[in-house]
């Protein structure tokens, strides 16, 4: 859980050490950090101080199965978590900051990064795929492969060069399209605007 507080907390600290100094866009990832922090101090009982305890009750419930100083206590230990976190992914962004500044000159050119992107600018990932993001890797890999084959013009030319646009930018839509079922069906381009809007709805 760490480690995915330390994740989300990558483009707010991105922003202090490239800019010196921060933005709104980070709002969502420190309501996550914010969220992962209690959860592991309330829920989970991975605190020393609080020990193996857990309050399922909403913290802003006015009859609280603790009291105002124990209240007090969780908060501090928060926010004693979420500065620990900070000040790692502080100290590894400034120790790769080289490939910190690879990764935005990249952005710059492309717009979006997958995951061949990555493994090329800082090399393979430090633990094994989960089989949930092997699937999605090896998706886009498939998609790829097809487009590199399809010729220009007729089924395989603007119409599905319209679909691969649309799919890649999403990876609801994606996973989607790489179903057998989507395979047999050439789409005019209302129709793959229509049919990607109704799976994203979906998924979402």
Same mark, same amino acid.
């Given at each position: ?10 483009? !707010?600290?991105a922003?202090?050490?490239?800019? $010196? ?8 990832? #420190?309501? !996550?950090?914010t969220k992962?922090?209690?959860? +592991?101090?309330t829920?989970? &009982? ?6 193996? #305890? =857990?309050f +399922? ?5 006015v009859?609280?199965?603790? =009291?105002?100083?124990? /209240? +007090?206590?969780i908060?501090?230990? /928060? ?5 620990g /976190? ?13 490939q ?11 717009e ?6 990555m493994v ?7 633990f094994?795929?989960g089989?949930?993001y ?6 886009q ?11 220009e013009g007729?089924? $395989?030319?603007? &119409? &599905?060069? !319209?679909?691969?646009?649309?799919t ?12 057998p ?5 050439t789409h005019?381009? /209302?129709e ?7 799976e ?5």
């Amino acid at each position: 859980m760490l480690d995915k507080m330390c994740m989300a907390l990558g483009g !707010r600290v991105a922003e202090e050490i490239v800019f $010196g100094r921060i933005t709104t866009g980070a709002a969502d990832d #420190l309501d !996550r950090v914010t969220k992962l922090a209690y959860s +592991q101090i309330t829920l989970y &009982g991975m605190n020393e101080k609080i020990g193996t #305890l =857990s309050f +399922q009750q909403d913290r802003q419930e006015v009859n609280r199965p603790y =009291s105002e100083a124990t /209240a +007090q206590l969780i908060d501090e230990e /928060a926010r004693k978590l979420v500065a620990g /976190a900070y000040e790692r992914t502080r100290a590894l962004l400034v120790e790769q900051r080289e490939q910190l500044n690879l990764i935005a000159e990249t952005l710059l050119k492309q717009e979006m990064l997958v995951h061949d992107d990555m493994v090329r600018l800082v090399g393979p990932r430090q633990f094994e795929m989960g089989d949930t993001y092997k699937e999605f890797v090896n998706t886009q890999h498939k998609w790829k492969s097809k487009e590199e084959k399809k010729p220009e013009g007729g089924e $395989g030319g603007e &119409g &599905g060069a !319209r679909v691969a646009r649309t799919t890649s930018s999403s990876p609801q839509c994606t996973l989607q399209y790489a179903t057998p079922q989507a395979e047999t069906h050439t789409h005019t381009e /209302a129709e793959t605007h229509t049919h990607t809007e109704a799976e994203t709805h979906t998924h979402t």
